[in-house]
């Protein structure tokens, strides 16, 4: 007999307890045997720095432990990094990985510091020490911006800036991967530079797609000449796609977004096969690889967020049979051939079907998604737990061993797999609670939900950007329209201001008078367009689109 | 640290037991496949569970696997086989897409690979199946049973008395397990007959004839003459002409269009009930299949009805009476019609998130007219209703007007025709129509015939009903007297028939609207994807023949009763402290029409990126706006559906319902952004607050209450400023507390430096002091060295004097020489050479304590150097 609604509840929890016991057995033995490196190596027992030295294990790990709902440990390793991580030193650095990892990872745990019972200091969110870590981290890394393009160099010295004789090569995730974190340092320490440079580059990608609509892999950054012109959502570009529509929900920002569908589009048509998407020419639209990459399964979260869940789900089951084959998704899998390609066979225990499945499973609740999540545990547990914690895949076919546990085990895995089974964590919160926090620059609503996650799977908080300075010249206006709502006699006409917009939009008329008469209803939908920053409502099919079921579209 | 670690590898570990030892599944852990084939031998029937250990539905399949192994251990081999190990044989041979991989063998038959649900359950039925692929069908009751199962049947006869072996037997008999290859459900049956009297009552006359089984067309056998009697053909053959009246639907859980194929045939009923393959009588789906059979029977051909009895009364002696009697007895039982025509109206609803309707039955009173006839059920000429329409609507008021539970009815004369009058019964329906399906049925049963009626009084403006397909055949609307027999084929609105496990598939349930809380898991659905609606069998009346049967009728008639279902989220509990209002289906029309606030209500989805950044601004605008006068709500239209007119295509959407123009609602407009004064603005431009009349005492009123709101806004913004000054004043309090502790910390400093001068002027001492003994000994050093010149000067001159001396010696040793020679001139110089022994002989002493002298300022310097190092 199958199990009821209670057992599959009862499922899900003890299946959560048991990544809770996977977190700890790898952190306590990072802890013991390879702080304050970077990494554990989970076979030799010891560690290594690897994208810096940074303690990178650490600062990832850190906002796991909230959502595990240890508040202790949190704030002994809160005061540890303080005191033990420092940035002026001689090391050269990956710009994006410093970014996603470090100043993000270090953002978010400053903006649940208080949800973990730090106590902050006043100017809290505006101002703390996680945060003057993550804004000195951020520093460190523009010199890297400064080139003709805006498009950074891929790698840094902390020390010294960009070496001399550095590659221009850049790959197209290294370019366009910065505004989720940097937006947020410019909107919560009011320095609008970081948002600046990022913007930037997110344009020189933009201006530089070929004329078919799509992107490359790599790109020199002083001449704008693409080196490598693989197109697809993998890797080299998966994170350019994911912080296009990220900003767009952070920021409420209709450019960005605007810039997504089209690339949407050309993906679509050009690499969209029967659900898959495979690697095509950048110019011509030829197929070039036909490989699904491990790095790809991100893309089903993505179309999620933004009310594709129909194609992501598909996608999703597509990606899952890859996973049942081999106990895990190989860097590459030759679609027609079904099976790993050479010299791509490793499972870096990645997170990025297990995070797709996270955000499916709120839009869907399809049991389907928890059952990728159980595969995931028995997988995890039974082929890459060692003695000192969980080991690299190094080769599906034969699940030999790699002596290197990824910092994003801890970050982004565990996390993505803890937050699947557990639908009543504060990340998933929907809006129903929230906390009021009163800054120097007023009043100010957080932890209303709607987290942003970042590419290593930290969370941002969208309320906390209206949080600091923004919010005062906010506040007045809000104010004067209050007066005016108690007043008796209306003096002004009230006219919405339209949207800081920066593409192109059609002629202004007041939409207040539009949409108060039927006409203006009719109006707008024979225009047809609607909001950009917006989710098409699901289809009535969509009910019984579970437990594998997909619909063709009626059109 | 050790370089050489980046190289470190392990190999997996290597494989261990799967199912425990004592388990009664061969559990071949490093996959010995030959060993597996070898095994094959012992036994007729072998069950293979191919596994990976790390797979999860490998570890949830095992339990499942145990429980049947521990049932039929005596009767079928189970070997479980590791065929993950790449050292393992069954790894090297096969190549699996996905684990467990289930694979029977009947004795050489095989492999039939079992796809269906890994449950205990149905495992060991299709294990069953395969042990026994055709049923011995020994008596002519037995075969009746065999034939009145809603899954196909094939039979074949075959003689023994023959031979031991007919021929075709086998063949036949390696159909029935070939058709399982093919179809894993198991959804065709195959049987035997060896009694030839039972064979001739589905006139099989010759030993090898095979006999394809339906209800609905008229039952096949196999064409010998036309195609090869293979065990292929023979399946095939079945398979394709096989008839599926009702079908189970099993989705495996893989990505299928399984769903989406079958329910795009049209509108399909879909039956959720629990189901035990394992059973031996499934009561429920018999009266289910009876249903489904009486439905899809449109010719009524003999051996439906036939099977029809039997199911209906499987136990009753009257089966040994022949066909033709068993027809007899059905036209007798079936109901003649006495009843005027009739026609169900449904009346427009003011507002459709009502859950009643607006029935009225209206019939046509003739009389003179035609009568109708035994066979067919009365049905209106479409004329004859329109004209009663007509009729009815000019009188409609009347009916409007009276609002009542009770069944009100009256009479009126056609406008058209003296000869016929119409009566209307009209009451108020709401989702238990089943009650008002029975009282009618006796209303219509008196020759006054009902009508039913319920409205409101303000609704005159909506009261033109509409009339679907003019130009259609209106088929019979009685519903007393409409019979379910072969509606499927008279309705234009057929409705296609599935079952579903609600063990296993209980969620699709759930997702169409089932209550979570029941615990007997029975539902029905009728699903039109096509139309994008469902309506649902009320779950509080038991899933049975006859509801299912009402059920299936009120779909079919033209002015359908049944309303779209609208499925609602339990799970939202209204929450007085939530500043934004959580509005569900049931809670949409109180919470945005009934209340006299303004509305505004935003459209969400929990997924919906775009809609969840926007919390924080819905919950500060609620907490802004006055909450007696204004509700800040929000509804998840993924989980709550509304009526039509409410549906929005895009998430987020915000509409504004201002008090008093409830109906007039605004859409915030798409293409601003959505902030706190863009929000404010648009409340402020519709609210109803504004007005520009001259002011009377009610707008005195309305003054002070609009001032009393801001009187306590602003002491809520009062409230707000003091917590901002607290703030503030903490943060003052906190920068006092900084800088006294940097105070502290500058004096701390002071003194230390004081402390360190002096110690710097302590070291400054000793390090005069030690530059003064350096000095000095540098001194020192510099006279032992001139002194150690000296020793070398003087060890010089003495060499020098040595040698001179030397060189006197050899002269004096020739001067002694010569003066052997030359006595006499030595005798003068005697006494020279005597002084020069003399001074040679203090020379030597004095080179000799020199010698002494030097060893020791040797030692001395050596000392000395010591020190100053």
Same mark, same amino acid.
């Given at each position: 007999?199958?199990?009821?609604?209670?057992?599959?509840?009862?499922?899900?929890?003890?299946?959560?307890? *048991?990544?809770?016991?996977?977190?700890?057995?790898?952190?306590?033995?990072?802890?013991?045997?390879?702080?304050?490196?970077?990494?554990?190596?989970?076979?030799?027992?010891?560690?290594?720095?690897?994208?810096?030295?940074?303690?990178?294990?650490?600062?990832?790990?850190?906002?796991?432990?909230?959502?595990?709902?240890?508040?202790?440990?949190?704030? *002994?390793?809160?005061?540890?990094?303080?005191?033990?991580?420092?940035?002026?030193?001689?090391?050269?650095?990956?710009?994006?990985?410093?970014?996603?990892?470090?100043?993000?990872?270090?953002?978010?745990?400053?903006?649940?510091?208080?949800?973990?019972?730090?106590?902050?200091?006043?100017?809290?969110?505006?101002?703390?020490?996680?945060?003057?870590?993550?804004?000195?981290?951020?520093?460190?890394?523009?010199?890297?911006?400064?080139?003709?393009?805006?498009?950074?160099?891929?790698?840094?010295?902390?020390?010294?800036?960009?070496?001399?004789?550095?590659?221009?090569?850049?790959?197209?995730?290294?370019?366009?991967?910065?505004?989720?974190?940097?937006?947020?340092?410019?909107?919560?320490?009011?320095?609008?530079?970081?948002?600046?440079?990022?913007?930037?580059?997110?344009?020189?990608?933009?201006?530089?797609?070929?004329?078919?609509?799509?992107?490359?892999?790599?790109?020199?950054?002083?001449?704008?000449?693409?080196?490598?012109?693989?197109?697809?959502?993998?890797?080299?570009?998966?994170?350019?796609?994911?912080?296009?529509?990220?900003?767009?929900?952070?920021?409420?920002?209709?450019?960005?977004?605007?810039?997504?569908?089209?690339?949407?589009?050309?993906?679509?048509?050009?690499?969209?096969?029967?659900?898959?998407?495979?690697?095509?020419?950048?110019?011509?639209?030829?197929?070039?690889?036909?490989?699904?990459?491990?790095?790809?399964?991100?893309?089903?979260?993505?179309?999620?967020?933004?009310?594709?869940?129909?194609?992501?789900?598909?996608?999703?089951?597509?990606?899952?049979?890859?996973?049942?084959?081999?106990?895990?998704?190989?860097?590459?899998?030759?679609?027609?051939?079904?099976?790993?390609?050479?010299?791509?066979?490793?499972?870096?225990?990645?997170?990025?079907?297990?995070?797709?499945?996270?955000?499916?499973?709120?839009?869907?609740?399809?049991?389907?998604?928890?059952?990728?999540?159980?595969?995931?545990?028995?997988?995890?547990?039974?082929?890459?737990?060692?003695?000192?914690?969980?080991?690299?895949?190094?080769?599906?076919?034969?699940?030999?061993?790699?002596?290197?546990?990824?910092?994003?085990?801890?970050?982004?895995?565990?996390?993505?797999?803890?937050?699947?089974?557990?639908?009543?964590?504060?990340?998933?919160?929907?809006?129903?609670?929230?906390?009021?926090?009163?800054?120097?620059?007023?009043?100010?609503?957080?932890?209303?939900?709607?987290?942003?996650?970042?590419?290593?799977?930290?969370?941002?908080?969208?309320?906390?950007?209206?949080?600091?300075?923004?919010?005062?010249?906010?506040?007045?206006?809000?104010?004067?329209?209050?007066?005016?709502?108690?007043?008796?006699?209306?003096?002004?006409?009230?006219?919405?201001?339209?949207?800081?917009?920066?593409?192109?939009?059609?002629?202004?008329?007041?939409?207040?008078?539009?949409?108060?008469?039927?006409?203006?209803?009719?109006?707008?939908?024979?225009?047809?367009?609607?909001?950009?920053?917006?989710?098409?409502?699901?289809?009535?099919?969509?009910?019984?689109?579970?437990?594998?079921?997909?619909?063709?579209?009626?059109? | 640290?050790?370089?050489?670690?980046?190289?470190?590898?392990?190999?997996?570990?290597?494989?261990?037991?799967?199912?425990?030892?004592?388990?009664?599944?061969?559990?071949?852990?490093?996959?010995?496949?030959?060993?597996?084939?070898?095994?094959?031998?012992?036994?007729?029937?072998?069950?293979?569970?191919?596994?990976?250990?790390?797979?999860?539905?490998?570890?949830?399949?095992?339990?499942?696997?145990?429980?049947?192994?521990?049932?039929?251990?005596?009767?079928?081999?189970?070997?479980?086989?590791?065929?993950?190990?790449?050292?393992?044989?069954?790894?090297?041979?096969?190549?699996?897409?996905?684990?467990?991989?289930?694979?029977?063998?009947?004795?050489?038959?095989?492999?039939?690979?079992?796809?269906?649900?890994?449950?205990?359950?149905? #495992?060991?039925?299709?294990?069953?199946?395969?042990?026994?692929?055709?049923?011995?069908?020994?008596?002519?009751?037995?075969?009746?049973?065999?034939?009145?199962?809603?899954?196909?049947?094939?039979?074949?006869?075959?003689?023994?008395?023959?031979?031991?072996?007919?021929?075709?037997?086998?063949?036949?008999?390696?159909?029935?397990?070939?058709?399982?290859?093919?179809?894993?459900?198991?959804?065709?049956?195959?049987?035997?007959?060896?009694?030839?009297?039972?064979?001739?009552?589905?006139?099989?006359?010759?030993?090898?004839?095979?006999?394809?089984?339906?209800?609905?067309?008229?039952?096949?056998?196999?064409?010998?003459?036309?195609?090869?009697?293979?065990?292929?053909?023979?399946?095939?053959?079945?398979?394709?002409?096989?008839?599926?009246?009702?079908?189970?639907?099993?989705?495996?859980?893989?990505?299928?269009?399984?769903?989406?194929?079958?329910?795009?045939?049209?509108?399909?009923?879909?039956?959720?009930?629990?189901?035990?393959?394992?059973?031996?009588?499934?009561?429920?789906?018999?009266?289910?299949?009876?249903?489904?059979?009486?439905?899809?029977?449109?010719?009524?051909?003999?051996?439906?009805?036939?099977?029809?009895?039997?199911?209906?009364?499987?136990?009753?002696?009257?089966?040994?009476?022949?066909?033709?009697?068993?027809?007899?007895?059905?036209?007798?039982?079936?109901?003649?019609?006495?009843?005027?025509?009739?026609?169900?109206?449904?009346?427009?609803?003011?507002?459709?998130?009502?859950?009643?309707?607006?029935?009225?039955?209206?019939?046509?009173?003739?009389?003179?007219?035609?009568?109708?006839?035994?066979?067919?059920?009365?049905?209106?000429?479409?004329?004859?209703?329109?004209?009663?329409?007509?009729?009815?609507?000019?009188?409609?008021?009347?009916?409007?007007?009276?609002?009542?539970?009770?069944?009100?009815?009256?009479?009126?004369?056609?406008?058209?025709?003296?000869?016929?009058?119409?009566?209307?019964?009209?009451?108020?329906?709401?989702?238990?129509?089943?009650?008002?399906?029975?009282?009618?049925?006796?209303?219509?049963?008196?020759?006054?015939?009902?009508?039913?009626?319920?409205?409101?009084?303000?609704?005159?403006?909506?009261?033109?009903?509409?009339?679907?397909?003019?130009?259609?055949?209106?088929?019979?609307?009685?519903?007393?007297?409409?019979?379910?027999?072969?509606?499927?084929?008279?309705?234009?609105?057929?409705?296609?028939?599935?079952?579903?496990?609600?063990?296993?598939?209980?969620?699709?349930?759930?997702?169409?609207?089932?209550?979570?809380?029941?615990?007997?898991?029975?539902?029905?659905?009728?699903?039109?994807?096509?139309?994008?609606?469902?309506?649902?069998?009320?779950?509080?009346?038991?899933?049975?023949?006859?509801?299912?049967?009402?059920?299936?009728?009120?779909?079919?008639?033209?002015?359908?009763?049944?309303?779209?279902?609208?499925?609602?989220?339990?799970?939202?509990?209204?929450?007085?402290?939530?500043?934004?209002?959580?509005?569900?289906?049931?809670?949409?029309?109180?919470?945005?029409?009934?209340?006299?606030?303004?509305?505004?209500?935003?459209?969400?989805?929990?997924?919906?990126?775009?809609?969840?950044?926007?919390?924080?601004?819905?919950?500060?605008?609620?907490?802004?706006?006055?909450?007696?006068?204004?509700?800040?709500?929000?509804?998840?239209?993924?989980?709550?559906?509304?009526?039509?007119?409410?549906?929005?295509?895009?998430?987020?959407?915000?509409?504004?319902?201002?008090?008093?123009?409830?109906?007039?609602?605004?859409?915030?407009?798409?293409?601003?952004?959505?902030?706190?004064?863009?929000?404010?603005?648009?409340?402020?431009?519709?609210?109803?607050?504004?007005?520009?009349?001259?002011?009377?005492?009610?707008?005195?009123?309305?003054?002070?209450?609009?001032?009393?709101?801001?009187?306590?806004?602003?002491?809520?913004?009062?409230?707000?400023?003091?917590?901002?000054?607290?703030?503030?004043?903490?943060?003052?309090?906190?920068?006092?507390?900084?800088?006294?502790?940097?105070?502290?910390?500058?004096?701390?400093?002071?003194?230390?430096?004081?402390?360190?001068?002096?110690?710097?002027?302590?070291?400054?001492?000793?390090?005069?002091?030690?530059?003064?003994?350096?000095?000095?000994?540098?001194?020192?050093?510099?006279?032992?060295?001139?002194?150690?010149?000296?020793?070398?000067?003087?060890?010089?001159?003495?060499?020098?004097?040595?040698?001179?001396?030397?060189?006197?010696?050899?002269?004096?040793?020739?001067?002694?020489?010569?003066?052997?020679?030359?006595?006499?001139?030595?005798?003068?110089?005697?006494?020279?050479?005597?002084?020069?022994?003399?001074?040679?002989?203090?020379?030597?002493?004095?080179?000799?304590?020199?010698? #002494?002298?030097?060893?020791?300022?040797?030692?001395?310097?050596?000392?000395?150097?010591?020190?100053?190092?």
């Amino acid at each position: 007999a199958g199990p009821g609604r209670a057992g599959a509840e009862r499922a899900c929890l003890c299946r959560r307890e *048991r990544v809770r016991a996977m977190f700890y057995h790898a952190y306590e033995h990072y802890l013991e045997s390879a702080f304050p490196y970077d990494e554990l190596r989970p076979l030799t027992c010891d560690g290594q720095d690897t994208w810096g030295s940074f303690s990178l294990t650490l600062i990832d790990a850190l906002d796991t432990l909230l959502i595990l709902g240890n508040v202790s440990e949190f704030q *002994r390793v809160v005061n540890v990094l303080q005191e033990g991580v420092d940035f002026d030193i001689d090391v050269n650095a990956s710009v994006f990985e410093t970014n996603i990892r470090v100043v993000g990872g270090l953002l978010s745990a400053h903006l649940l510091s208080r949800k973990a019972g730090v106590e902050v200091e006043a100017g809290w969110p505006c101002s703390g020490p996680l945060l003057r870590m993550a804004e000195e981290a951020a520093r460190k890394l523009l010199p890297a911006f400064q080139t003709p393009t805006g498009m950074p160099y891929g790698t840094v010295n902390l020390l010294h800036g960009v070496n001399p004789g550095e590659t221009p090569v850049t790959c197209t995730a290294g370019i366009g991967t910065f505004i989720v974190e940097f937006a947020t340092l410019s909107h919560l320490t009011g320095d609008p530079v970081f948002e600046d440079v990022a913007r930037k580059a997110l344009k020189a990608l933009w201006k530089n797609r070929s004329d078919i609509g799509l992107v490359g892999n790599h790109i020199d950054v002083i001449t704008a000449k693409w080196v490598a012109q693989d197109a697809g959502i993998g890797a080299g570009v998966d994170s350019y796609f994911e912080y296009l529509v990220k900003g767009a929900i952070l920021l409420q920002d209709k450019e960005l977004m605007s810039m997504f569908l089209e690339y949407n589009k050309a993906i679509k048509n050009y690499t969209k096969f029967d659900d898959w998407y495979l690697w095509v020419q950048m110019y011509k639209g030829t197929v070039s690889m036909p490989v699904f990459q491990s790095l790809e399964a991100y893309w089903p979260g993505l179309q999620s967020l933004i009310g594709d869940v129909d194609n992501a789900m598909r996608t999703f089951l597509n990606y899952y049979t890859v996973w049942k084959q081999f106990g895990g998704l190989p860097e590459f899998y030759n679609i027609p051939q079904g099976y790993t390609v050479d010299k791509r066979e490793g499972y870096p225990l990645r997170p990025e079907l297990i995070e797709s499945a996270m955000y499916l499973y709120r839009a869907t609740r399809d049991p389907t998604l928890l059952e990728l999540g159980r595969d995931a545990v028995e997988s995890i547990e039974k082929i890459s737990k060692v003695d000192c914690g969980f080991a690299t895949i190094k080769d599906l076919r034969d699940h030999r061993l790699d002596n290197r546990m990824e910092s994003f085990f801890l970050a982004e895995t565990i996390k993505y797999l803890y937050l699947l089974f557990d639908p009543d964590n504060f990340i998933h919160n929907d809006g129903s609670d929230f906390d009021v926090v009163v800054t120097a620059y007023g009043e100010c609503v957080l932890s209303a939900g709607g987290y942003v996650f970042n590419t290593e799977a930290h969370p941002i908080d969208p309320a906390a950007l209206h949080c600091c300075r923004k919010r005062r010249e906010e506040q007045w206006e809000v104010e004067d329209l209050m007066r005016e709502f108690y007043s008796q006699k209306k003096t002004k006409r009230f006219t919405l201001k339209r949207a800081p917009d920066h593409g192109e939009r059609e002629d202004a008329k007041d939409p207040a008078d539009a949409s108060s008469e039927k006409a203006g209803e009719k109006r707008n939908s024979k225009k047809s367009s609607h909001s950009l920053l917006s989710c098409p409502s699901q289809s009535f099919n969509s009910k019984l689109a579970v437990l594998g079921q997909v619909f063709l579209d009626n059109t | 640290s050790c370089s050489r670690a980046k190289d470190v590898t392990m190999p997996a570990k290597l494989p261990v037991n799967f199912f425990s030892t004592r388990s009664p599944v061969i559990d071949l852990f490093r996959g010995q496949l030959d060993y597996a084939d070898q095994l094959r031998q012992d036994s007729e029937i072998v069950l293979y569970f191919f596994y990976a250990p790390w797979c999860g539905q490998s570890i949830a399949a095992r339990e499942e696997i145990e429980h049947v192994a521990s049932r039929l251990s005596d009767q079928v081999l189970f070997v479980a086989v590791n065929c993950w190990w790449n050292q393992g044989k069954c790894r090297k041979q096969k190549h699996f897409f996905y684990f467990p991989v289930i694979h029977l063998y009947h004795q050489s038959f095989g492999p039939i690979e079992y796809k269906g649900p890994m449950s205990a359950v149905y #495992i060991e039925k299709f294990v069953r199946r395969v042990m026994t692929p055709l049923l011995y069908i020994s008596s002519r009751s037995k075969l009746l049973d065999f034939l009145s199962n809603y899954e196909p049947g094939v039979v074949g006869f075959f003689e023994f008395n023959a031979s031991p072996q007919p021929p075709g037997y086998l063949t036949f008999f390696t159909s029935a397990l070939h058709s399982l290859k093919k179809d894993y459900l198991g959804t065709v049956r195959f049987g035997v007959v060896t009694d030839k009297r039972v064979a001739e009552e589905i006139s099989l006359v010759h030993s090898g004839s095979v006999y394809l089984h339906r209800h609905a067309n008229t039952s096949l056998i196999y064409p010998k003459d036309i195609m090869n009697f293979t065990a292929e053909n023979i399946c095939k053959w079945a398979l394709e002409n096989r008839e599926m009246l009702i079908r189970w639907l099993r989705p495996h859980g893989g990505k299928s269009l399984l769903l989406n194929n079958e329910l795009k045939k049209g509108p399909a009923l879909l039956i959720f009930i629990p189901y035990n393959p394992l059973a031996e009588i499934h009561p429920l789906l018999d009266e289910i299949t009876k249903v489904a059979l009486e439905y899809h029977k449109c010719n009524k051909s003999q051996a439906a009805e036939a099977d029809l009895q039997h199911v209906g009364d499987s136990d009753s002696p009257a089966f040994d009476s022949s066909v033709p009697d068993a027809h007899l007895k059905f036209s007798e039982t079936f109901p003649i019609a006495k009843y005027p025509c009739c026609n169900t109206v449904v009346l427009p609803q003011w507002h459709s998130i009502s859950r009643t309707h607006n029935v009225c039955e209206l019939c046509v009173n003739q009389t003179l007219g035609v009568k109708p006839n035994k066979v067919h059920v009365p049905h209106c000429n479409f004329l004859e209703i329109e004209a009663a329409l007509d009729s009815f609507y000019l009188q409609e008021h009347t009916f409007f007007q009276v609002i009542s539970n009770t069944i009100e009815c009256s009479n009126f004369l056609s406008f058209y025709s003296p000869f016929s009058y119409y009566t209307a019964c009209c009451r108020t329906v709401n989702r238990h129509f089943l009650s008002f399906i029975s009282s009618e049925k006796t209303i219509f049963q008196t020759p006054k015939v009902a009508f039913s009626s319920h409205g409101k009084k303000d609704n005159t403006q909506f009261s033109i009903p509409h009339i679907e397909d003019r130009n259609c055949f209106i088929p019979d609307l009685n519903i007393s007297s409409m019979n379910i027999t072969g509606l499927s084929c008279r309705t234009n609105k057929t409705l296609n028939l599935y079952l579903l496990d609600s063990n296993l598939f209980w969620i699709y349930a759930e997702r169409l609207g089932a209550s979570r809380s029941t615990h007997l898991k029975e539902f029905a659905a009728i699903v039109d994807l096509k139309e994008e609606v469902h309506y649902v069998l009320d779950q509080n009346q038991s899933l049975v023949g006859p509801t299912l049967e009402n059920f299936i009728k009120n779909f079919s008639v033209l002015y359908s009763p049944l309303k779209r279902h609208l499925v609602d989220d339990p799970s939202v509990h209204f929450h007085e402290e939530h500043v934004v209002t959580e509005v569900t289906t049931s809670t949409f029309h109180q919470t945005v029409f009934l209340s006299a606030k303004n509305v505004l209500l935003l459209y969400y989805a929990q997924w919906c990126g775009f809609c969840a950044s926007l919390n924080h601004i819905f919950i500060q605008l609620a907490r802004l706006l006055p909450p007696d006068s204004f509700t800040v709500a929000r509804i998840d239209v993924t989980r709550n559906d509304l009526p039509w007119e409410f549906m929005t295509d895009r998430l987020p959407t915000i509409l504004f319902f201002p008090h008093q123009r409830k109906e007039q609602s605004v859409k915030f407009p798409e293409d601003f952004s959505v902030n706190l004064p863009n929000l404010l603005k648009f409340i402020l431009h519709h609210s109803s607050l504004s007005s520009s009349e001259p002011c009377t005492k009610e707008c005195l009123h309305k003054e002070s209450v609009l001032q009393q709101g801001h009187i306590s806004l602003l002491e809520r913004e009062i409230q707000k400023l003091r917590s901002e000054i607290s703030a503030l004043h903490q943060a003052h309090d906190q920068l006092e507390a900084q800088l006294s502790e940097a105070r502290r910390e500058e004096q701390r400093l002071q003194q230390q430096k004081h402390t360190l001068e002096k110690q710097h002027k302590s070291l400054q001492l000793h390090s005069e002091q030690l530059q003064a003994t350096y000095d000095q000994k540098n001194r020192e050093l510099l006279e032992m060295a001139e002194k150690l010149q000296e020793l070398a000067d003087a060890s010089e001159n003495l060499l020098k004097e040595n040698a001179l001396l030397r060189i006197l010696v050899a002269s004096r040793g020739r001067k002694l020489q010569s003066k052997d020679e030359i006595e006499e001139p030595l005798q003068s110089e005697q006494t020279l050479s005597e002084d020069n022994d003399i001074s040679l002989s203090i020379a030597t002493a004095a080179l000799e304590e020199k010698r #002494i002298d030097n060893i020791d300022t040797v030692e001395t310097e050596h000392s000395s150097g010591n020190r100053t190092e």
